[in-house]
């Protein structure tokens, strides 16, 4: 189960998730498509919107939602997947302003990730992104239900609360090796996106030190639009990187062997899965600067040959710190968010392993860090209004 769990949840991406799951929506209308496009009237949902209105688009560095279904529409593959901009170029770019007066983009008050596209031709196509990025729900085609594949978020929820933490710490011991080398893929994606955004001087890493100053500059050069591949854990590149790069290099920093490495940062990005589950995938509350960096606290505290109540109270650390810290939308500044969390973890793990815990009581920190967790899942249910008030804000200096 936790194998499957991990698959679900680990994918490879071009850019940020929320503008590249519309953008496959549009490559996939695209094959249903007749004639030339006359218009594309996307709707999703205020999360989805929210992360998408300032972001770098893939190969671009410009942002805006109708850009990006414009591209997407160009050169965009369904067959990619997540992947959908890989082939972004200057020409693309050219083609796409051309085509952006045809395009309307609105969102809904929808809470949970819903994209629903329509492409007008000859024909009429509809295609439904739910639950998940790259999740194809339905497809309609001139008013005739093709294709229906509705899954339920909370099945897949379920399963994922279904195990706990003592599941997730015996599955680390004894991994598949399929998972392994897509662990080991993670690392090398998410970690060559950070060291080349040091060489940038855009970044906010440059002058930040230590290990949160290459989590920050891999974050921002996503965030900035930079055409390179991410391995994105629980929907996100920024916690793919925040759960990834802090234990890799925190372990090579340790002179730890390649297998306890591995098992370390899967540790991190499962752990991270867990709490996301609870969370949902898209929130109020910053999943690279409160979530992965949970998952980046129990990888360290791992690394070190800390206990399993060690790594729970790393975990717990973590949490009990960071959870208010919110999500006003993906943009550059998220690297701070991030580096704000990896430094965090570092200083979990640390406290973790002198037995310092945060106090039951202390908040909303409970006894048991399953608990913890559980009560995340009810105040982040109570912060929904938080993504509807500051749309308004965004992008208006």
């Known amino acids: ?51 998408g209105l300032e972001v770098g688009i893939p190969g671009t560095h410009l942002h805006g939602f109708e850009l990006a279904v414009a591209l997407a529409y160009i050169v965009g593959k369904s067959e990619l997947g997540l992947e959908v901009f890989k ?31 329509r ?23 001139d008013g005739e239900e093709i294709f229906n594949n509705q899954s339920s978020a909370n099945f897949k929820k379920d399963i994922i ?10 599955y680390v011991e004894a991994p ?26 855009i970044t906010f890493g440059k002058v930040l030190e230590g ?14 639009g930079a055409l390179l591949p991410v391995m994105t854990v629980a929907g996100s590149g920024n916690q793919g990187i925040s759960c990834t790069v802090p234990v890799a290099l925190y372990a090579d920093e340790l002179g730890a062997s390649n297998d306890i490495k591995l098992r370390a940062v899967l540790l991190s990005i499962l752990v991270t899965i867990y709490i996301k589950a609870y969370t949902g995938a898209l929130t109020p509350i910053c999943g690279a600067g ?49 580096s704000i969390g990896t430094q965090m973890a570092l200083n979990a793990a640390k406290l973790s392993l002198n037995d310092i815990n945060v106090p039951c009581g202390n908040g909303f920190a409970a006894k048991d860090v399953e608990e913890t967790i559980r009560r995340i899942e009810i105040l982040t249910n109570s912060l929904r209004n938080f993504d509807e008030n500051v749309i308004d804000f965004i992008g208006h200096c």
Not at 176 to 201: F, H, P, T
């Open 211 to 224: 290990i949160p100053r290459y989590v920050a500059s891999g974050v921002d050069m996503r965030m900035n």
């Open 87 to 117: 082939y972004v170029d200057s020409d693309a770019v050219k083609k796409a302003y051309e085509l952006k007066d045809k395009i309307e983009v609105k969102y809904t008050s929808d809470m949970y990730l819903h994209i629903r596209t």
């Open 1 to 51: 189960m936790v194998r499957t769990i991990f698959f679900d949840n680990v994918k490879l991406s071009y850019g940020c998730t929320e503008p590249v799951a519309v953008g496959l929506s549009v490559a996939v209308g695209k094959k249903y498509l007749k004639g030339d496009v006359q218009k594309i009237e996307v709707s999703m949902d205020r999360n989805t919107y929210k992360n």
């Open 161 to 170: 609360k279904s195990i706990n933490l003592s599941d997730i710490f015996e």
């Open 290 to 338: 409160s979530i992965a960096s949970a998952g980046a606290a129990a990888g360290i505290t791992y690394l070190q040959n800390g206990s399993h109540e060690q790594i729970k109270n790393a975990i717990n650390n973590v949490l009990a710190t960071l959870f208010g810290m919110t999500c006003d939308g993906a943009k550059r500044s998220c690297a701070l968010k991030a």
């Open 176 to 201: 598949d090796n399929d998972v392994i080398k897509m662990v080991s893929d993670a690392i090398q994606y998410n970690q060559n996106i950070s060291k080349i955004g040091l060489e940038k001087e």
């Open 119 to 141: 492409l007008l031709g000859e024909n009429d196509v509809l295609v439904e992104i739910t639950d998940s990025h790259d999740n194809i729900s339905r497809i309609v085609v």
